[in-house]
């Protein structure tokens, strides 16, 4: 079964400043994978989708997919305090039933 | 637009005592349906998925059952709450069944059993 790992766990962020979040896979197989976050006792806001290998920007929201070093990652360029909310990586391997997600990173936006 | 509407927001229950949690979806006809289960500090996990009004589909046996009773409604319940059923539930939504489809999820209902 697809695994999702997420780092770092915690992150802590000047406004501002760029905020990097990693996702690593198990295998190539997946399809393609997004993004999401989840502010605090709230549901989930698709952030990005990505596809194929390079860069897709979602206005100040990045992801860099490389399936050979089986890795994506989100940029957040300029975060401001209402962005601080768990971070989510999540992969699709066929259906849009095959959703598997990783356990999050948790980024906090210091003003 | 599409909306999506939880409800209840949370909810305080005995072990042993009933449960029904639901989800509207407004905007968007036949849409595919998903119930979505974290635990405190655990990863979503899928629980359920339907494509259409009467059909759904376990992915992960919790003694819960839903259903699909009209087109724009899905149902989450069971009979007896077990303390390992606290968590946060989301329901969401896609258009289609491929793997480009993207879920939209609402905002979640807050089970604690006590």
């Not at chain 1, 100040?60 to 940029?75: D, E, G, Q, W, Y």
């Not at chain 1, 259906?95 to 210091?110: P, V």
Request: proline content about 4%; charged content about 15%.
């Amino acid at each position: 079964q697809q695994k999702v790992q997420q780092s770092p766990e915690s992150l802590t962020v000047s406004e501002g400043a760029m905020a990097s979040l990693n996702c690593t896979f198990s295998d190539g197989t997946s399809d393609n994978f997004r993004w999401y976050r989840q502010h605090s006792g709230k549901g989930l806001e698709v952030l990005v989708s990505i596809f194929s290998d390079g860069e897709k920007e979602e206005g100040r929201f990045t992801a860099h997919l490389n399936r050979a070093s089986l890795h994506v990652s989100l940029h957040i360029r300029e975060p401001q305090p209402s962005d601080s909310a768990v971070y989510l990586c999540a992969m699709n391997t066929g259906g849009a039933d095959r959703l598997t997600f990783g356990k999050g990173t948790q980024l906090i936006i210091q003003p | 637009a599409q909306t999506i509407h939880q409800w209840p927001v949370a909810e305080i229950k005995a072990v042993g005592s009933p449960l029904s949690l639901g989800c509207t979806i407004k905007g968007k006809s036949s849409p595919n349906l998903y119930w979505y289960w974290q635990a405190t500090g655990g990863t979503l996990q899928q629980l359920f998925y339907s494509i259409t009004v009467g059909q759904v589909e376990s992915v992960v046996q919790l003694n819960l059952s839903a259903s699909r009773p009209k087109d724009d409604q899905f149902i989450l319940s069971t009979e007896k709450l077990l303390l390992s059923h606290s968590g946060f539930y989301l329901c969401a939504w896609s258009l289609g069944w491929g793997p480009a489809e993207t879920l939209y999820f609402g905002s979640g209902t807050r089970l604690t059993v006590l």
